[in-house]
């Protein structure tokens, strides 16, 4: 919709009458201009800037983006930068809410649990995964309802925000000072949201960073470690795995069962290459993730293989907990060990080779089923909630297999696996912008969190060039570590201190130097947050555990910066979704095969009556001539008729022409289209309403310029007329009331808001003069702060 305001008068000529006065020309020129990135001069210019100005975009539109863009920088400039940047991602098939809205009024039961070697639990489990994809599908205002519900979860429980109040609580993440979230639809049409948090004392600690005093600087350095340790996870606990080792000399090796925690029994490959590798668009499917090393039999494995030993080793260990390390597996080797399932298959080519992957489907609806009970089955201490004692008794007949599921620990981390571990194959997404993942995934185990800049480069620079070391290797194997390196650096000692020295110069980071209000001047370096990262975690991207755990869902938690902004508010609803615009398409297609039927049927029939009027010419061409005038007039009618019809069955198939032109673009899925609804027609929210700073009405009235008003009227019952006067923020400030004159324009306008009396009010105020008691001391007068004497 759009509301053209105009000004009341320009240089004694009101915007109407030149309006009025515009030519098509005119407004051509104008739209060329400004689409050749030219500035447009005249009326045209001038209407089209009051219509952009004036109009109200659709909220998935990119212009609606734009707009909200502003909203985003008003905060940053009042709070500073963003402290967090948060992305939680609920997953519409993987949790039972959206089954509790389709199915309201009924009773509801988790769904029970089971082994994954259990046939007929998996089967249920495979029914219950498309019982849940087929809601999604076909109910998206219940997974729109579900997301809502989640958000307000978000913003009360977790972020710890009082919407009436507007004020913040000890959170998951801090005390809030101020948020922004951003609503995004993905392919999938399920919706996930951005937030932008603000969090009290963050970026004091943040520019103390760069402080000149290096205490200052180092304590602030530990403080805001420390914050991140607590906020940020990326690292599994240390679980244990179930390893079936090769070992052997040659031909001969004897498989030995090795159960110990991941970080001692696997390793970083030394080449960190190989991790790089992983990263591309091509090489991934190569090194399919196998950057661990075997510490005894020196075989590569994925984190995901990992993983998969690590069940291995709950569910082994529940129902044969008698078994030893080092006891033989002479039936078959532990599943994960390998990949050779036959259920889903995925293809990829690289340099012209073909390279495909089986999913084991069994494997991820049995862990669906596990991860969507995560929220239901543990309370805010991490002890099994009832539903969970009552599903698995501790003296239940046959729940020995599945006892190993009441542990905090091993679902914890199975929900994080089945959410927030990233595919060693990476998505189509993750190459948006170049060969290399986006997500920067895998990554470096690092045994601490730490800040990446200047100061830290050459200790990361030394990690990445020098072979990882371990302290669980045994003596003899570090001593051939040890040798190796010598005999590599042999010969080069002369020059490897200035070799080193070089290398560094050309890794420097780049400072930059910031310039503040005051005249001083700061060098800062550009600096990233590594958080800490454990052996098999090198896939796992960095979320908020306890996010994770409540809502049961994705959730991705970085540290906030100035193109978070950009990010959120430079996303367009996305256009290439066919299935979204079947409809649409498919109602504008027959709208338009009506018109152009009805278009051939004017031209049959024009062609009809021309013949019909040629006949009829022939046989009265000897008829007299007032007979032939008839016949003109009944031409000329009958023409008129045919002309309306084709004029208008041309203009209205234009019309919708430009119309689908225009939506098709803006084609959004069932879900976003729900939400939009629900929240008024935008996909932004705010922890604080807005302000416009009208500075051009104000510098206006400074240089003696008729500023923009809005002309409003009352009834004055004293002297009983009507009176006039302009509305202008300008004036308000000008004659505000003398208790604020300390404050400045943008302290007046975010601290107080105008408001306009009521007509009882005014009544009551003008009866009370007319009596000659013009007292009016009540609880409502006693806030409220008067305009000075002068104002219109």
């Excluded at 969190?449 to 045994?474: R, W």
């Excluded at 994770?548 to 938690?557: A, D, E, F």
Aim: one cysteine or more; hydrophobic letters at 30%; proline letters at 3%.
């Amino acid at each position: 919709k759009a509301i053209i305001k105009c000004k009341s008068q320009n240089c004694g000529t009101t915007l109407a009458e030149k309006i009025s006065t515009l030519d098509i020309n005119d407004l051509n020129r104008a739209m060329i201009s400004i689409q050749t990135g030219q500035d447009p001069k005249g009326t045209a210019a001038e209407y089209i800037k009051t219509i952009k100005a004036s109009c109200e975009p659709i909220g998935h539109s990119a212009e609606a983006a734009k707009k909200n863009r502003k909203r985003h920088f008003g905060i940053c400039d009042y709070f500073g930068e963003s402290s967090l940047f948060v992305t939680t991602t609920p997953c519409d098939e993987s949790t039972l809410r959206v089954g509790l809205f389709v199915n309201a009024g009924e009773e509801q039961v988790l769904p029970p649990l089971g082994d994954l070697d259990d046939k007929e639990h998996n089967h249920q489990c495979r029914l219950h995964f498309d019982l849940r994809k087929k809601y999604r599908s076909l109910y998206p205002g219940a997974c729109s309802l579900v997301y809502q519900h989640l958000m307000q979860i978000v913003t009360e429980c977790l972020i710890g925000w009082n919407t009436k109040t507007q004020t913040g609580r000890v959170g998951v993440l801090g005390k809030p000072l101020a948020w922004s979230r951003t609503d995004e639809e993905q392919a999938r049409k399920t919706l996930h949201a951005h937030w932008q948090i603000w969090i009290e004392y963050f970026n004091d600690c943040r520019e103390a960073l760069f402080s000149d005093d290096e205490e200052e600087r180092k304590k602030a350095r530990d403080t805001f470690i420390q914050y991140v340790d607590s906020v940020i996870s990326a690292s599994y606990p240390d679980y244990t795995v179930a390893h079936v080792c090769e070992v052997g000399n040659g031909k001969e090796t004897t498989p030995i069962l090795r159960t110990q925690p991941v970080s001692d029994l696997f390793k970083e490959c030394e080449d960190k290459n190989v991790l790089r590798k992983a990263r591309h668009k091509d090489h991934c499917l190569i090194i399919n993730g196998k950057f661990l090393n075997c510490k005894e039999c020196r075989k590569a494995y994925s984190p995901r293989q990992c993983m998969e030993m690590a069940i291995a080793h709950w569910r082994r260990n529940a129902t044969h907990p008698q078994m030893k390390e080092g006891e033989e597996e002479l039936q078959q080797g532990m599943k994960g060990e390998n990949n050779d399932y036959d259920d889903e298959e995925e293809t990829h080519t690289a340099t012209k080779k073909k390279y495909t992957r089986r999913e084991n489907m069994e494997q991820k609806v049995w862990l669906d089923r596990i991860t969507i009970r995560h929220p239901y089955d543990f309370d805010e201490e991490g002890m099994p909630s009832e539903a969970l004692k009552a599903e698995i008794p501790d003296d239940g007949p046959n729940n020995a297999d599945i006892a190993w599921l009441k542990d905090m620990q091993a679902r914890s981390t199975l929900l994080h696996y089945r959410f927030d571990e990233h595919d060693d194959w990476h998505r189509a997404t993750c190459f948006r912008n170049d060969c290399e993942c986006r997500a920067k995934l895998p990554m470096m185990a690092s045994n601490t969190t730490f800040i990446h800049d200047n100061d830290t480069l050459p200790d990361t620079l030394n990690q990445m060039q020098q072979p990882t070391t371990n302290n669980n290797l045994d003596n003899e194997e570090q001593q051939q570590q040890n040798d190796s390196t010598s005999r590599s650096n042999a010969g080069d000692s002369e020059d490897a201190h200035d070799e080193q020295e070089d290398h560094l110069t050309s890794k420097q980071i780049r400072n930059v130097r910031w310039n503040y209000l005051d005249g001083t001047t700061k060098l800062k370096s550009q600096y990233a947050v590594i958080p800490k990262r454990g052996i098999g975690s090198q896939f796992l991207n960095a979320h908020n555990i306890a996010m994770s755990s409540i809502l049961g869902c994705n959730t991705n938690v970085t540290i906030g910066d100035a193109s978070h902004t950009y990010y959120c508010t430079l996303y367009k609803s996305k256009d290439t979704q066919a299935e979204d615009k079947e409809a649409l398409l498919r109602v504008h297609g027959s709208f338009g095969r009506r018109i152009m039927r009805r278009k051939i049927l004017l031209q049959q029939q024009q062609q009809q009556a021309a013949e019909e009027r040629e006949q009829q010419r022939k046989s009265q061409q000897e008829q007299k001539q007032d007979g032939n005038e008839q016949v003109q007039v009944s031409e000329s009618d009958c023409d008129d008729t045919d002309d309306k019809d084709e004029c208008h069955a041309e203009g209205l198939g234009r019309v919708m022409t430009g119309v689908n032109s225009l939506l098709s673009r803006n084609v959004v899925s069932p879900t976003m289209a729900h939400l939009l609804i629900s929240q008024g027609g935008t996909r932004f929210t705010y922890s604080h309403g807005e302000e416009n700073l009208l500075v051009t009405q104000l510098e206006d009235y400074l240089e003696g310029r008729e500023c923009n008003f809005i002309l409003r009227k009352n009834y004055n019952k004293i002297e009983k007329r009507v009176e006039r006067w302009p509305d202008s923020t300008a004036y308000d400030y000008v004659f505000r009331p003398r208790e604020l004159q300390q404050l400045c324009y943008y302290e007046y306008m975010m601290k107080y808001k105008k408001g306009f009396k009521t007509f009882k009010r005014i009544n009551r105020e003008q009866d009370l003069e007319i009596s000659g008691n013009a007292d009016c001391n009540d609880a409502e007068s006693s806030v409220r702060l008067e305009f000075q004497d002068g104002h219109p």
